[in-house]
């Protein structure tokens, strides 16, 4: 009797995984805002019931309050930077370790044009918030005392961070006036979460999920066809310079001196600041974008990369196995061999 209640079960299921199949992976969709950007969620699953998207949001949104965000009070990094100076080392749970490991490591071999102990200096100028409007009144530009201040708390000197050993987790102790900053890799950081999260799902057969300048791509989409994530052309970011064809799970992301920036004076400050100088980066590149399988370095590569300029960053970007295109101040296009296979130029370029 159990036997053909077990047959008649698996009869059941076959036909729904069946019917399914022949009625093909539903599209559920979310917009909304976190990490102070805009967050694009697509996802095929066979399972609509259940509505992953807004799962997956959720965990941008705890990633950003319970961990990585500095301005939200009690996040760990938060809490870290509250700490620093003190003498007390805090501890770091989660995935914090691993990304604050991976952060100083690209400091390293990036030879210190990335840093995500640049809290101080990000705080200075403040240009997220200048650009998205979340000031009043006139931006003033930072003086060469203040902006050397900042610079003098700034730098993996300031942080000591002792990796998990033993069972013991890692642990961080910032010098007094130091302060971390993940803004350049905090996105790519929770792609790789939500990459994780997709996987475990098997109702889920292809998504792709934009944070602002990092996308992911994974599975399949429906009609066979691949991915396409446009690139911006950065002086008209409204319109593409080409666009990335990709076959299941990569990640892309995009730093540009377009995405965030206030004018004063004629002049263009953006956010992504040089640690050489203090000032917004000045490399000759308006943009770059990184493709690799893990979110974490695309969006730290694609930061450092910009800072770097082409010739260091096309190295990093190797060392690193991953793809770069870079976008000179002239509009010039530089890609790896790797990217020329991938990008697509647009008809109008
Ligand atoms: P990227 O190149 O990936 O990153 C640039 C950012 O990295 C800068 O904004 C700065 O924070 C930092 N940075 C600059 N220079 C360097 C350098 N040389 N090395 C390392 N890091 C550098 N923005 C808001 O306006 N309001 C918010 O509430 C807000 N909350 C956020 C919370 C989290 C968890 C994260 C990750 C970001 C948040 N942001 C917020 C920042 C916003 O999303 C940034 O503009 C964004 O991270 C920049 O991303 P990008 O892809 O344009 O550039
Ligand atoms: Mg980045």
Redesign the pocket.
């Known amino acids: 009797m159990k036997r053909f209640l077990r047959a008649g079960l698996m009869a059941a299921m076959l036909l729904l995984l069946g019917g399914c199949a022949l009625a093909g992976p539903a599209l559920q969709k979310k917009t909304g805002t976190a990490?102070?950007?805009v967050v694009q969620l697509c996802v095929y699953t066979t399972s609509p019931k259940e509505d992953v998207t807004e799962s997956l949001f959720g965990q941008v949104r705890s990633?950003?309050e319970d961990l990585?965000?500095?301005?939200i009070e009690g996040s760990q990094v938060w809490a870290v930077n509250a700490l620093a100076g003190s003498g007390t080392r805090a501890e770091l749970t989660g995935r914090l370790g691993e990304i604050v490991s991976f952060g100083l490591q690209l400091g390293q071999d990036s030879g210190g044009?990335?840093?995500?102990a640049?809290g101080p200096l990000?705080e200075l100028w403040d240009?997220?918030?200048w650009?998205?409007g979340?000031n009043t009144g006139v931006f003033a530009l930072p003086s060469r005392e203040d902006v050397a201040e900042a610079l003098a708390h700034c730098g993996s000197g300031q942080v000591e961070f002792q990796a998990a050993s033993g069972g013991n987790p890692p642990r961080i102790l910032l010098e007094r006036g130091a302060a971390l900053?993940?803004?350049?890799?905090?996105?790519g950081a929770a792609l790789d979460e939500l990459l994780a999260a997709l996987e475990a799902d098997i109702s889920v057969t292809g998504a792709v999920l934009s944070l602002?300048?990092?996308v992911l791509t994974y599975g399949e989409k429906p009609d066979g066809t691949p991915w396409r994530v446009g690139v911006a052309d950065p002086r008209n970011p409204s319109e593409s310079l080409g666009t990335l064809a990709l076959e299941g799970q990569w990640c892309v992301?995009?730093?540009?001196d377009y995405?965030?920036y206030v004018e004063a004076d004629g002049v263009r400050y953006h956010?992504?600041?040089?640690?050489a100088t203090g000032y917004p980066?000045d490399s000759g590149l308006s943009s770059v974008t990184v493709v690799c399988r893990d979110g974490l370095a695309s969006?730290g590569l694609?930061?450092?990369c910009?800072?770097l300029g082409r010739e260091k960053g096309w190295k990093l970007a190797e060392a690193y196995g991953a793809e770069a295109l870079f976008v000179e101040k002239d509009g010039t296009i530089a890609m790896t061999p790797g990217m020329e296979a991938l990008f697509e130029r647009a008809s109008s370029q």
């Open positions: 990490m102070g950007t990633l950003e990585l965000s500095r301005r044009a990335f840093d995500i640049l990000v240009i997220d918030s650009a998205q979340d900053d993940l803004g350049a890799v905090g996105k602002g300048g990092s992301s995009t730093s540009g995405e965030r956010h992504i600041l040089d640690p980066a969006d694609s930061t450092a910009f800072v």
